[in-house]
């Protein structure tokens, strides 16, 4: 096996490495390719193992290749429980999600969901100790700090590793975090186009999303505010409520 972490010239060749990509040596196993129909359409589905960590990742992909000669769309998605299970508006996990499905099952490419990533890699309960302190008053950086936490612990050693082996080289990245393509590219894989990902802000998400547009320099507009959009009703409690992800 390959050492873990190492970036650049490696002269380990690793079986899970493709000829040339010395520049992806984080070791990944691929499982069979199985269909798997949704709400959002049919698509094939593929597990991935990283043999670092153990983490099992899942890509999601539409049957067939983009019809329009572009570079396949890809939404690397951050696991996010209570956003993308529950559909909580604490975040725009959930939305993202869905959105990011229909795009792909529309337009061609895949979307690799990425395990042990809950809170940007801090882990569902220290994302939710996170949350406590947000509703304190702190925003979702100031929260992560007062916790000693990195802001984003996630690595995508992991998902370029995948990417190349799936033959996905040159990508149209789904994403509004432009760290994400810098990440990538580093580990070797080229994004030829960021795809904003924008979904609706709501009450309960506005200020996590304003967080990761002021100070984590997401590319957000804003300007589309949804005002109570799923009623007043369901306005549960304040407006400090906002976190995580993308
Ligand atoms: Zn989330």
Not at 15 to 29: I, N
Not at 137 to 158: H, I, K
Not at 162 to 179: T, W, Y
Request: glycine share 10%; charged share 20%; aromatic share 6%.
């Amino acid at each position: 096996m390959t050492a873990s972490g190492a970036t650049g010239n490696s002269h380990h060749s690793s079986q899970h490495a493709h000829a040339g990509d010395r520049r992806l040596p984080h070791p990944v196993s691929g499982g069979p390719i199985v269909q798997l129909p949704t709400a959002f359409g049919d698509f094939v589905a593929q597990a991935w193992t990283d043999l670092v960590t153990g983490a099992e990742h899942l890509a999601v992909s539409s049957p067939n290749p983009p019809q329009d000669g572009k570079a396949p769309l890809v939404r690397l998605h951050s696991e996010c429980l209570t956003g993308d299970i529950f559909g909580s508006y604490r975040c725009d996990c959930g939305e993202q999600l869905a959105y990011a499905l229909e795009m792909i099952h529309a337009y061609g490419g895949t979307l690799l969901y990425l395990r042990g990533q809950e809170g940007r890699g801090i882990g569902l309960a220290n994302k939710i100790k996170a949350y406590a302190l947000q509703e304190a008053g702190f925003d979702t950086v100031e929260a992560n700090e007062q916790l000693g936490l990195p802001v984003d612990a996630r690595s995508y050693n992991a998902a370029a590793q995948v990417l190349a082996e799936m033959g996905l080289h040159e990508v149209r990245l789904l994403s509004n975090n432009p760290d994400k393509q810098h990440r990538l590219a580093k580990a070797g894989v080229k994004v030829v186009e960021m795809v904003p990902t924008e979904v609706p802000s709501r009450d309960q998400n506005i200020r996590y999303l304003q967080t990761k547009k002021d100070r984590m320099e997401h590319r957000l507009t804003l300007d589309t505010h949804v005002v109570g959009a799923r009623g007043a009703a369901e306005s549960f409690p304040p407006e400090t409520f906002q976190h995580e992800q993308d």
